[in-house]
């Protein structure tokens, strides 16, 4: 199953409010997470099965979507929100993730 | 608390064998369900799952290199293992172990990466 994430890069000023798409090949009902990679770190869940929170995970962060499209919303963006987030699917071997979209600063 | 590990060669020659250890703790590998994933990065590139295994041995890997990998498990010594066969430049990047609460599921606890570089 191919993930396809966009934009590739979107640039916004902190404090906006932004979302960002996660599109699937074929129906995977809601078997997608979403992850935050920070430079030179290891990816952290934000997101599991579309729209159940994490603990730990600052409540701006949402996601929403099912069967093929899929949205992560980040309310009020912080600044140490800039950096790449992931979409990764659970719905059938093999796992795979998205390309991953690079948020940055405006 | 969960943690997980990385650790391997650091460099290697092409056609060589990688071995990957991935050591964890706060959670046994036995328990039902739980599952641990290998993921790599090349360097300023995206995610890409390699393998997974399960609590009762279960298996699955990335059909693009299955032919090459094989993962398997240290469960009274807390380790996950994973093997590459003849590496070549396109293997260079960060390795990631990471846990799942089910095998088939997402990855909740990352160990903080191990880089391999392959290079004559």
């Known amino acids: 199953i191919m993930l396809t994430q966009s934009p590739a890069t979107l640039s916004v000023t902190p404090g906006e409010s932004i979302s960002l798409s996660c599109r699937a090949s074929?129906?995977?009902?809601?078997?997608l997470h979403w992850y935050q990679q920070k430079p030179n770190e290891s990816p952290r869940v934000l997101i599991k099965?579309?729209?159940q929170s994490i603990s730990g995970i600052p409540s701006r962060f949402s996601g929403s979507g099912s069967g093929t499209d899929f949205t992560l919303n980040i309310n009020r963006v912080e600044p140490e929100d800039f950096s790449v987030y992931y979409c990764?699917?659970?719905?059938?071997?093999?796992?795979?993730f998205g390309s991953g979209t690079k948020l940055e600063i405006k | 608390q969960v943690t997980l590990k990385e650790s391997g060669p650091g460099i290697l020659q092409p056609s060589q064998t990688l071995s990957l250890t991935c050591s964890f703790s706060?959670?046994?590998?036995?328990?039902?369900?739980?599952?641990v994933g290998w993921i790599r990065q090349p360097s300023g590139k995206g995610l890409e799952w390699l393998a997974t295994?399960?609590?009762?041995?279960?298996?699955h890997y990335n059909p693009s290199l299955k032919s090459r990998l094989t993962i398997s498990k240290d469960t009274s010594n807390n380790q996950v293992f994973l093997k590459i066969t003849s590496v070549d430049t396109a293997d260079t990047g960060t390795y990631y172990c990471?846990?799942?609460?089910?095998?088939?599921?997402?990855?909740?606890?990352w160990g903080q990466g191990v880089m391999v570089t392959v290079s004559s």
């Open positions: 990471a846990h799942s609460e089910d095998y088939s599921d997402y990855f909740d606890y």
């Open positions: 706060g959670f046994l590998l036995s328990a039902s369900s739980v599952g």
């Open positions: 295994i399960g609590w009762e041995d279960v298996k």
């Open positions: 074929q129906s995977i009902s809601t078997n």
């Open positions: 099965y579309a729209s």
């Open positions: 990764q699917q659970s719905n059938s071997w093999p796992l795979t």
